[in-house]
């Protein structure tokens, strides 16, 4: 329950048809397996205490009595222990039956939620023997408690903020107006299916898009258990197909045909982030469902789940490479548009051999090539100064002139140590002020060559770089057009090997100079070299940047705190970074990030291209003098 997680469980016991009694036996020993693994959410199958497939056998008095002997069983070995746990059953009420979910924990019936759309198409004839559940809440006496039933039940975590639980039953997910609907919208965070869904070929396909579908839409977790392992197969065959959803993604998927028992950690906090990020989602019905409130132990939630080391980047290959040629076209299509709209003739680029410079002049082709534009209006400058190695100049020139772009040299050497003169700068004093003189002297010169040829600067800073405030004010910090605003470092990177990789035959030249790039150091080389090798490089001055952007990511578009971000990078990077190595990148992070707002909150234009941005016209509205301290709090509790 730390930091907002709670651990779910889905699980189909293996059961006999008609058969309560030995059903509850099995349902207990599932059970177990769930408190061993100190699950707190459990959820077992549709009907699982009499099976699915009893026909007409539901009817019979004896199965009825049987089934509530059953539930007794499992009542009484859920005694001290604290895990919600939601059972199917037969119910009968008011001379009707229902297929119901008993929400249990300790001993008690906390509820009974009933089916409230019964199929009757198909293979199912469920309306032979099932009633359709009402929304509205009742009470009903069942093993001598007195409990509420009915649709509309909520329940609501005392001691974990923002769990609140909901439950729909099998066909109830497939319709127009699934109950899970209205239940998000009185407050549910996480919603329960029980379910008995029959194998078709393809249905799994169907089942799945549709439980992380219904988990993206009401901004929630999802937690689906289907029949398996001991229904009738007289005419149909269940897998146990159980899944764990979270806001759109499947956090674990049961293997079919296997009767597993699958667990993940549900992050409600996450979920609660994402209820206040999204303005239209909009709280209704609140009072028309009965809350019932439950208490859990607390206790530090074991992870199971996985945390991506690039949250920016897609770990499948080819959804990678789909999205790097989404990511190139959404830069394209921006610079396109604002040459369309300003009528300027030329892009003038600062080309350094390095990565974002490289990015930034790949794109710009491209927005030319959609322009019917000639690539020689595309001013590639090169501006060699004290940092200069050979290797970066030479992959910035043959970079220019493979894409068709005109190199123009500047060596602003001797314009810079006028200036140090003029301002009293000692060139042996390698501080700030020495680094930025040139940064900004390089930027004086790309703004010039703009006015001259009626052209626009292309910024190349990226949005890992902005969030640090690794950027010289009014100098790499400003550009007319910033094309890599909105593509985190670890991004960059992946967009230029997608362009290496993607280079047809008569590129193999192109293709050379960009895989140098990538396997040059980043640097901003502002700093001279050491043996004619690059002496300056950023990563040892602010740190890696897979952390900084996985830190970015959870900060931004989770809105966790630091100590949460700080667990879960220590499980995302564990073995390749120490807890203290990422205590301290994430306070160098958080300062810097604080601290360098004022940069971020004059930048020029550019697209946004994921769902993490930093322009303050859009994704961040912060004030430039917003105090780091309720953060700095958890950030003095952590190694490092």
């Known amino acids: 329950m730390k930091d907002g997680f709670l651990?779910?469980?889905?699980?189909?016991p293996k059961i006999r048809v008609a058969d309560p009694a030995w059903n509850a036996l099995e349902i207990c020993k599932a059970l177990d397996s769930c408190y061993a693994q100190r699950a707190k959410l459990i959820v077992l199958p549709e009907l699982c205490l009499t099976g699915y497939t009893c026909q007409d056998l539901f009817l019979q008095e004896r199965l009825l009595e049987e089934?509530?002997?059953?539930l007794q069983t499992v009542l009484e070995h859920t005694k001290g222990h604290d895990a919600l746990t939601f059972v199917g059953l037969p119910f009968e009420k008011d001379g009707k039956l229902y297929n119901v979910a008993a929400a249990v924990q300790d001993g008690r019936i906390l509820g009974l939620v009933p089916k409230q759309n019964i199929p009757n198409y198909g293979e199912f004839y469920e309306v032979r023997h099932f009633a359709a559940g009402s929304r509205e809440v009742s009470e009903v006496d069942v093993l001598g408690q007195t409990v509420p039933f009915g649709g509309n039940l909520l329940f609501s975590c005392r001691n974990l903020k923002g769990l609140v639980v909901g439950c729909e039953l099998c066909e109830d997910v497939w319709v127009m107006d699934p109950p899970s609907t209205a239940l998000a919208k009185a407050g549910a965070t996480v919603i329960v299916n029980l379910s008995a869904s029959n194998e078709t070929v393809g249905k799994d396909t169907y089942r799945k898009s549709l439980?992380?579908?219904?988990?993206a839409r009401l901004l929630c977790g999802y937690v689906y258990a289907s029949a398996g392992?001991?229904?009738?197969t007289q005419d149909l065959v269940f897998s146990g197909h159980h899944m764990i959803a979270e806001n759109g993604s499947v956090l674990a998927e049961a293997a079919r045909f296997e009767n597993e028992t699958i667990f993940s950690e549900l992050d409600i906090h996450k979920i609660c982030h994402e209820r206040r990020r999204m303005s239209t989602f909009v709280p209704e019905n609140t009072e028309t469902c009965v809350r019932i409130g439950f208490t859990l132990e607390k206790e530090e939630t074991k992870l199971t789940r996985t945390f991506a080391q690039m949250p920016f980047v897609p770990s499948d290959e080819t959804l990678k490479k789909e999205r790097c040629e989404q990511i190139l076209s959404i830069q394209a299509q921006g610079l396109k548009k604002r040459y369309e709209h300003t009528g300027a003739k030329t892009a003038v680029i600062g080309v350094s051999g390095g990565l974002d410079s490289t990015l930034a002049l790949l794109v710009t082709a491209r927005a030319f090539d959609l322009l019917g534009k000639d690539r020689n209006d595309i001013l590639a400058v090169t501006m060699p100064c004290f940092g200069t190695t050979n290797r970066t100049y030479e992959?910035?020139?043959?970079?220019?002139?493979?894409?068709?772009?005109?190199?123009?040299?500047?060596?602003?050497?001797?314009t810079v140590q006028v200036h140090f003169r003029d301002i009293g700068q000692d060139m042996d004093k390698h501080d700030v002020t020495y680094e930025n003189g040139q940064a900004r002297e390089r930027t004086q010169v790309l703004m010039d060559l703009a006015n001259q040829s009626n052209g626009l600067v292309i910024g190349t800073g990226d949005m890992s770089e902005l969030a640090l405030g690794w950027a010289t004010y009014n100098g790499d910090h400003m550009s007319m057009y910033g094309v890599n605003v909105g593509v985190?470092?670890?991004?960059?990177r992946h967009l230029v090997a997608y362009c290496a990789n993607t280079c047809s035959e008569s590129e193999k030249v192109l293709q050379e100079v960009l895989l140098d790039v990538l396997d040059t150091p980043v640097s901003p080389e502002l700093l001279p070299p050491e043996d004619g090798k690059i002496s300056q490089k950023t990563e040892d001055l602010v740190g890696p940047y897979e952390l900084h952007d996985f830190f970015l990511y959870q900060l931004l578009r989770c809105g966790f705190g630091p100590a949460k971000i700080y667990r879960l990078a220590c499980r995302a990077f564990?073995?390749?970074?120490?807890?203290?190595?990422?205590g301290k990148w994430l306070k160098t992070f958080c300062r810097r990030f604080f601290a360098q707002q004022f940069k971020r909150s004059c930048l020029p234009d550019g697209p946004k291209v994921g769902s993490v941005a930093v322009s303050p016209r859009g994704d961040l509205r912060m004030p430039s003098d917003a105090s780091r301290m309720a953060w700095q709090k958890e950030l003095d509790q952590l190694p490092g």
């Not at 089934?67 to 059953?70: A, C, N, Q, V």
């Not at 439980?211 to 988990?215: D, N, P, V």
């Not at 020139?397 to 005109?406: N, P, S």
């Not at 564990?574 to 990422?582: F, L, N, V």
């Open 7 to 12: 651990k779910a469980a889905a699980a189909a």
């Open 67 to 70: 089934s509530l002997e059953g």
């Open 211 to 215: 439980i992380a579908a219904t988990s």
């Open 229 to 232: 392992d001991g229904e009738s």
């Open 395 to 414: 992959n910035a020139c043959r970079l220019a002139q493979t894409l068709g772009a005109k190199l123009i040299e500047v060596n602003i050497r001797e």
């Open 488 to 492: 985190p470092k670890t991004l960059v």
């Open 574 to 582: 564990e073995g390749i970074y120490s807890k203290e190595t990422i």
